[in-house]
């Protein structure tokens, strides 16, 4: 039997997991396996109502892999990062404009590391109006491919910068904000990633820059494009949140955004980030 009480949320991505809280999530040893398992099958899982606080979900989080502590600072608690526009709460929030774009995370890291291997947020103040999170499967939009496409595309590389998906949403960036984006290196990743599982995605989004190789405008086109097919509604599960809501979700086999809410909204999501090991390849 499984340990976990899963119920779909569409056809596509997306499940519930029920009769999990936080006593169980910090006790229960066998529960990371499982929900790593149920992440890799469904996308994304919602744990509704579970009032996780901070420390225990930077502990829960560890049961999936390693934590990421990079963006430390931003919050007492180690581990946690604000996510939210009110720039009282994160000093960084005017970068966090980007996630009104369809994104996968970590695809222009500062390094040479590995997209995280997961996501996890908890609503700790919902936006009056908007702010669903929406999560399509990035599997799925592969397979969708005809077997036309899927030899077509199979050897096209994309070149992803910080300065494609900041300049989506901040179209007319000062020189130093530029040069602040440029000074990020550029990645350049295949469209479909192969995963060590086998299953194949793709690798899309606001970061998505250029095609290697193909007319600049030609390649933007066909970028867009793919998105436009790989995000249909049909293909989206949308998060309406509710204070105390936890969602995690596969970046490795997701791409997400937030739908759009009021910049002075006091929407506030507490981020972890569990580490990836798994190159786009
Ligand atoms: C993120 C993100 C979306 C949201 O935290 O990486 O994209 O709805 N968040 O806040
Ligand atoms: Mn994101």
């Known amino acids: 039997m499984s340990l976990l009480t899963i119920n779909k949320l569409t056809p596509s ?48 989080s560890r049961r999936l892999g390693a934590v990421d502590h990079s963006a430390d600072g931003h919050h007492p608690v180690a581990g946690i990062y604000p996510v939210t526009l009110d720039k009282s709460k994160n000093a960084s929030a005017a970068y966090l404009r980007a996630t009104f774009d369809w994104h996968i995370d970590g ?40 077997d036309e496409e899927k030899e077509r595309y199979a050897a096209l590389r994309v070149v992803h910068s910080l300065e494609a998906s900041q300049s989506r949403v901040n179209p007319d960036p000062s020189p130093e904000e530029l040069a ?11 469209l479909v990633w192969t995963h060590r599982s086998g299953r194949k995605s793709l690798v899309l989004g606001a970061s998505a820059h250029y095609v290697v190789g193909m007319d600049y405008d030609e390649g933007r086109a066909l970028l867009a494009e793919l998105l436009d097919r790989a995000t ?37 999501m507490l981020r972890t980030t569990v580490l990836g090991d798994e190159p786009i390849q």
């Open 13 to 60: 991505v997306g499940a519930e997991v029920l009769g999990v809280d936080p006593e169980r999530l910090a006790s229960d040893e066998s529960l990371g396996a499982a929900v790593l398992d149920a992440l890799e099958s469904n996308g994304v899982l919602v744990f509704p109502d579970l009032h996780l606080d901070p420390e225990a979900q930077v502990a829960f």
């Open 107 to 146: 695809c222009t890291p500062t390094g040479d590391e590995c997209p995280q291997r997961a996501t996890v947020l908890s609503a700790v103040q919902v936006a009056d109006r908007g702010g669903e999170t929406e999560f399509a499967n990035s599997y799925a939009a592969y397979e969708a491919f005809s």
């Open 180 to 190: 602040r984006w440029r000074s990020r290196p550029t990645h350049e990743h295949p």
């Open 232 to 268: 249909q509604p049909d293909l989206v599960y949308s998060h309406s949140w509710s204070v105390g809501d936890t969602v995690i979700w596969d970046n490795n086999g997701v791409l997400h955004r937030a739908a759009p809410y009021d910049p002075d909204s006091q929407r506030e």
